[in-house]
T-cell receptor, first 119, second 115 residues
Framework: AQSVTQPDIHITVSEGASLELRCNYS??????LFWYVQSPGQGLQLLLKYFSGDTLVQGIKGFEAEFKRSQSSFNLRKPSVHWSDAAEYFCAVGAPLMEASGGSYIPTFGRGTSLIVHP | DVKVTQSSRYLVKRTGEKVFLECVQDMDHENMFWYRQDPGLGLRLIYF???????EKGDIPEGYSVSREKKERFSLILESASTNQTSMYLCASSQVSGTSGGERFFGPGTRLTVL
């Protein structure tokens, strides 16, 4: 079974500083990887995803993530954080659901990292 | 624009009550999911459905049931609410496609408090 670890529960950065949120996964095959963001009181929104190809993927809101197979990691980065980036961030790894569902995948979510941005 | 809606943003119920949480998606997605979200525990899958009238247990199905009579609607039922079911409940949907890899579209969530 797959699993996801987000080792940092909270991260605090100053506005304008760079950001890296860590994500490590465990899965036997090439995974599908996702980062989601949840603003306070809201549902989750997809930031970016990796399926195959270029290991550096670009997402919305200026975020990017790099898939490193050798380290089983998919860390999220942003060069300059804005106050509006304060939110909860979830990493997820997808694995096949079941044959009956026609090839759908069911992600396993990490426990989340809460980003605090200081002015 | 893709949309998943949940019937209530906030709900307060008493112990022992039967509770219905409704979720509707307008994207013609085959798959629908119910998660609960608790601080420090992330998202945990309760039930999912990959077709009308089909359902599968997730990681924490105890105390819950689901109903999917129509493709666009997926209901979560708490037969007899208990205080440990106080939580944020998130509904999601996804299409059946290997290329999507299971990308979820989430509703805004229902914060349920059981007194």
């Amino acid at each position: 079974a797959q699993s996801v670890t987000q080792p940092d529960i909270h991260i605090t950065v100053s506005e304008g500083a760079s950001l890296e949120l860590r994500c490590n996964y465990s899965y036997g095959a090439t995974p599908y990887l996702f980062w989601y963001v949840q603003s306070p009181g809201q549902g989750l929104q997809l930031l970016l995803k990796y399926f195959s190809g270029d290991t550096l993927v670009q997402g919305i809101k200026g975020f990017e993530a790099e898939f490193k197979r050798s380290q089983s990691s998919f860390n999220l980065r942003k060069p300059s954080v804005h106050w509006s980036d304060a939110a909860e961030y979830f990493c997820a790894v997808g694995a096949p659901l079941m044959e009956a569902s026609g090839g759908s995948y069911i992600p396993t979510f990490g426990r989340g990292t809460s980003l605090i941005v200081h002015p | 624009d893709v949309k998943v809606t949940q019937s209530s943003r906030y709900l307060v119920k008493r112990t022992g009550e039967k509770v219905f949480l409704e979720c509707v998606q307008d994207m013609d997605h085959e798959n629908m999911f119910w998660y609960r979200q608790d601080p420090g525990l992330g998202l945990r899958l309760i039930y999912f459905s990959y077709d009308v009238k089909m359902k599968e247990k997730g990681d924490i199905p105890e105390g819950y049931s689901v109903s999917r009579e129509k493709k666009e609607r997926f209901s979560l039922i708490l037969e007899s609410a208990s205080t440990n079911q106080t939580s944020m409940y998130l509904c999601a949907s996804s299409q059946v496609s290997g290329t999507s890899g299971g990308e979820r579209f989430f509703g805004p969530g229902t914060r349920l408090t059981v007194l």
